[in-house]
């Protein structure tokens, strides 16, 4: 017969506890899923998710989503502007 001596102490943790340390440290769940049938592949699917707090993703450099659209507007209202020239030009204006 096995002695509790070896056993490790439990300890109770919260979800708020648990909620708190995930989002202090971060959790990154990564995985690949494949749907075949005969050899082929129909679907494939390829999934990154990080969880996070934004104070914990920007101390890793993880770029958030309004940063990259703010980066890219201006380009996007480059291109708008030529395709509507470009229209213009094409009706004689």
């Known amino acids: 017969m096995l002695s509790n001596m ?13 909620l708190d340390r995930i989002l202090d440290k971060g959790v990154v769940i990564s995985g690949d899923i494949t749907v075949a049938f005969a050899g082929v592949d129909l679907l494939s699917l390829k999934v990154n998710l990080v969880i996070a707090s934004l104070e914990t993703a920007k101390r890793y450099g993880i770029e958030l989503p309004w940063e990259k659209w703010a980066r890219e507007k201006p380009e996007l209202e480059k291109k708008k502007k030529k395709l509507r020239e470009g229209g213009k030009k094409e009706l004689g204006r």
């Open 6 to 18: 070896h056993e490790l102490p439990t300890r109770q943790l919260s979800l708020f506890d648990l």
